[in-house]
T-cell receptor, first 116, second 113 residues
Framework: AQTVTQSQPEMSVQEAETVTLSCTYDTSESDYYLFWYKQPPSRQMILVIR??????QNATENRFSVNFQKAAKSFSLKISDSQLGDAAMYFC?????????????FGEGTQLTVNP | ETGVTQTPRHLVMGMTNKKSLKCEQH?????MYWYKQSAKKPLELMFV???????ENNSVPSRFSPECPNSSHLFLHLHTLQPEDSALYLC????????????FGPGTRLTVL
């Protein structure tokens, strides 16, 4: 079974600084997708960034980027120029490829605090 | 606004009550999901519906009964719940393809007395 582990229950960062959230996963599949979701205090979960396992290039979305290390099964999220609105719970998630269903497996989450 | 709505937002019920949670998506998606989010635990997938057909039941107790009358609506019928069922219940929708993100609703905060 696939598992996703986020080893940092809580992280904090100063406004305008950079922070990296860690995620590791375990799978025997070669075709899969990885996601970072953000859940602000309002509780509406939204997608931050997505990475296809077959792509070597790390995904980037504005101030958000990932460091995808397939061999190490590591998928960290880097937030640059942190803003107060980045404060939220961040979940790493794994999903098997097209032929294997649509289940998302989530990590335990990392609570990010942004200090002004 | 993500296009996925859930009602009610808060629900308090006794163990002998019967209630239903409703989810509606306005995104034209063909897959819908129920998740349970408890404190200090990862999100737990409960049910998956693809094209109105249930494709996954993650060993959920029978006191939770899902219903998907069409691809836009998803219900979770609750009866004889236990206090440990108190949690945030999240609905999500997506296109069936695995690469597509899931869009989440705001959740229903359920308290079982």
């Amino acid at each position: 079974a696939q598992t996703v582990t986020q080893s940092q229950p809580e992280m904090s960062v100063q406004e305008a600084e950079t922070v990296t959230l860690s995620c590791t996963y375990d799978t025997s599949e070669s075709d899969y997708y990885l996601f970072w979701y953000k859940q602000p205090p309002s509780r509406q979960m939204i997608l931050v960034i997505r990475q296809e396992a077959y792509k070597q290039q790390n995904a980037t979305e504005n101030r958000f980027s990932v460091n995808f290390q397939k061999a190490a099964k590591s998928f960290s999220l880097k937030i640059s120029d942190s803003q107060l609105g980045d404060a939220a719970m961040y979940f790493c998630a794994y999903r098997r490829g097209e032929t294997s269903g649509s289940r998302l497996t989530f990590g335990e989450g990392t609570q990010l605090t942004v200090n002004p | 606004e993500t296009g996925v709505t859930q009602t009610p937002r808060h629900l308090v019920m006794g163990m002998t009550n019967k209630k239903s949670l409703k989810c509606e998506q306005h995104l034209g998606h063909n897959a819908m999901y129920w998740y349970k989010q408890s404190a200090k635990k990862p999100l737990e997938l409960m049910f998956v519906y693809n094209f109105k057909e249930q494709t996954e039941n993650n060993s959920v107790p029978s006191r939770f009964s899902p219903e998907c009358p069409n691809s836009s609506h998803l219900f979770l019928h609750l009866h004889t719940l236990q206090p440990e069922d108190s949690a945030l219940y999240l609905c999500a929708s997506s296109q069936v393809s695995a690469r597509n993100e899931q869009f989440f609703g705001p959740g229903t905060r359920l308290t079982v007395l």
